[in-house]
């Protein structure tokens, strides 16, 4: 009886530390590293101004982030509930699980970056790119830049 009652209070008592440790604890994907395109604008910044748009400009928008989300957004929520009972097993770490997650997130972002295809690029943007040496005729992929510099991070 004892042994069972000591049992249950160190579950207890690492169920609330996990907790804890949880509401300190997030993580971030996207563009955050402050990476910039070599002519110093920021790449989160263009990320913005494609996944709305620029109107005064002609840029139509040209979301992924927001389907990336609303295609993915319960696939994350589970896969890290399904690696809660590895962090009481002791075979991982909070941080090593919201690590693990994250990068699925960047996964995710990239492959939803790589499905635009509407509204097709404009043809004084294709001639723009083929003169630089660029034959993609593709929105989002024409430096990668931006698609290069999706990462996340774990915060406490």
Same mark, same amino acid.
Do not use: C
């Given at each position: !009886?004892?042994?069972?009652?000591f /049992? &249950?209070?160190?579950?207890g008592?690492?169920?609330s530390?996990?907790?804890?440790?949880a509401?300190? #604890?997030?993580?971030?994907?996207?563009?955050?590293? *402050? %990476?910039?395109?070599?002519?110093?604008?920021?790449? %989160? #910044?263009?990320?913005?101004? +494609?996944?709305? *748009?620029?109107m005064q400009? +002609?840029?139509? $928008?040209r979301?992924?982030?927001? $389907? %990336?989300?609303?295609?993915?957004?319960?696939?994350?929520?589970? &896969?890290?509930?399904?690696s809660? $009972?590895g962090m009481?097993?002791? *075979? @991982?770490? @909070?941080?090593?699980s919201?690590? !693990?997650?994250g990068?699925?997130?960047?996964?995710?972002?990239? /492959?939803?970056?790589?499905?635009?295809?509407? $509204?097709? @690029?404009?043809? &004084?943007?294709?001639?723009?790119?083929?003169?630089?040496?660029?034959t993609?005729?593709k929105?989002l992929?024409?430096t990668?830049?931006? !698609?290069?510099?999706?990462?996340? /991070?774990?915060?406490?």
């Open positions: !009886m004892v042994e069972a009652s /049992k &249950l209070t160190a579950r008592n690492a169920l530390k996990f907790i804890a440790e509401k300190r #604890s997030e993580m971030e994907a996207g563009f955050i590293d *402050g %990476a910039a395109y070599p002519d110093g604008e920021s790449v %989160a #910044s263009v990320a913005k101004d +494609n996944e709305y *748009g620029v400009d +002609n840029q139509p $928008p979301p992924f982030m927001r $389907p %990336a989300v609303a295609n993915n957004g319960k696939k994350w929520v589970s &896969l890290f509930g399904s809660i $009972p009481f097993g002791g *075979g @991982l770490t @909070l941080d090593e919201m690590g !693990m997650l990068e699925v997130v960047v996964t995710d972002i990239r /492959k939803s970056i790589r499905a635009v295809t509407k $509204p097709s @690029l404009a043809p &004084l943007t294709i001639a723009m790119r083929k003169a630089r040496g660029n993609s005729t929105p992929e024409d990668m830049t931006m !698609m290069n510099n999706v990462s996340h /991070k774990v915060l406490k």
